[in-house]
């Protein structure tokens, strides 16, 4: 029989999400380029759904995970936090189990 193996992981407390792909992404696109605004265009959502992930995500978990600097002069800008980076790579080592798990299993076909 042929087929192939999907998955879709996310974290939750309380049954309440925290983490999917989409906010993984979310939150290392403002790793990389230092601003909501920007990340949020590159995944393609709005500035406001973007902060509406965080500021969800940070009340499920009771943590901050994003810093921010406000503009001016030097221009401002958003960071995360310790906190965030655990969370990312706590993501990245289900994720990436999940995916070593699929490769095995597909190997059996």
Known sequence: ???KIKFKVWLE????????????????EIDKQGSI???????????????SFIKTMEKRLGIKLIETKRGGK????????????RL???????TDAFERL???LSKDE
């Open 13 to 28: 407390k309380d049954k309440d999400i925290i983490m999917g792909l989409g906010r993984d992404k979310l939150l290392r």
């Open 74 to 85: 030097g221009g401002g800008g958003a960071y995360l936090t310790d906190d965030a980076k």
């Open 88 to 94: 990312l790579k706590d993501f990245e080592k289900i």
């Open 102 to 104: 699929t490769r095995e």
């Open 37 to 51: 605004s920007k990340a949020a265009k590159e995944v393609g959502m709005s500035y406001k759904k973007a902060w």
């Open 1 to 3: 029989m042929r087929y």
